[in-house]
T-cell receptor
Framework: GAGVSQSPRYKVAKRGQDVALRCDPI?????LFWYQQALGQGPEFLTY????????KSGLPSDRFFAERPEGSVSTLKIQRTQQEDSAVYLC?????????????FGAGTRLSVL | GQQLNQSPQSMFIQEGEDVSMNCTSS?????WLWYKQDPGEGPVLLIA?????ELTSNGRLTAQFGITRKDSFLNISASIPSDVGIYFC????????????FGTGTRLQVTL
């Protein structure tokens, strides 16, 4: 498609459930990012892939969070044993290099509510 | 936590008015980006700035990269109702290559 696509748009989970969030980046974009956006806040970095390699996962809040991009295209963010504090919008972005700088294009996000 | 502070936090203006908002940091940035986020959507890039002192326009929007590299300003002229949304400044911290740090956001509401 023309933009970054994320699914599902909304996810409600019971505390303790595992969830998987999907991101389809813009075709041909090498870099892919995941961000977490709490209500009323700006997005905060979680992790970054270049092709299939996860180059930075410093923003993942705990070992319950895991991301993969096995073929260098679609990515999945998995959260195990969800907690209420995981409730947030999860944004995916992909980027291309323009004038020597990576410009990131964002999807609409997945809103996760943990009950 | 976030290291970019935006002001004002929110603003109500009348259609046709000009708007100014700014973003400050305790750290140096080599690139400044301004994004707009509508409810239920992801951030959309408005303007990118690459050099200290740079002034760049995109239609009714004008942004400047502060000379100290620790601040940036966004101006919107002759506001219209579709300017409503949250405006975020963002940039990659020096040495972090790609990951963006976002500001706290400025919520803009336009009344007729």
């Amino acid at each position: 498609g023309a933009g970054v696509s994320q699914s599902p748009r909304y996810k409600v989970a019971k505390r303790g459930q595992d969830v998987a969030l999907r991101c389809d980046p813009i075709s041909g974009h090498v870099s892919l990012f995941w961000y977490q956006q709490a209500l009323g806040q700006g997005p905060e970095f979680l992790t970054y892939f270049q092709n299939e390699a996860q180059l930075d996962k410093s923003g993942l809040p705990s070992d319950r969070f895991f991301a993969e991009r096995p073929e260098g295209s679609v990515s999945t963010l998995k959260i195990q044993r969800t907690q209420q504090e995981d409730s947030a919008v999860y944004l995916c972005a992909s980027s291309s290099r323009l004038a020597g700088v990576n410009i990131q294009y964002f999807g609409a996000g997945t809103r996760l509510s943990v009950l | 936590g976030q290291q970019l502070n935006q002001s004002p936090q929110s603003m109500f203006i009348q259609e046709g008015e000009d708007v100014s908002m700014n973003c400050t940091s305790s750290s140096i940035f080599n690139t400044w980006l301004w994004y707009k986020q509508d409810p239920g959507e992801g951030p959309v890039l408005l303007i990118a700035l690459y050099k200290a002192g740079e002034l760049t326009s995109n239609g009714r929007l004008t942004a400047q990269f502060g000379i100290t590299r620790k601040d940036s300003f966004l101006n919107i002229s002759a506001s219209i109702p579709s300017d409503v949304g949250i405006y975020f400044c963002a940039g990659p911290l020096t040495g972090t290559a790609s990951k963006l740090t976002f500001g706290t956001g400025t919520r803009l509401q336009v009344t007729l």
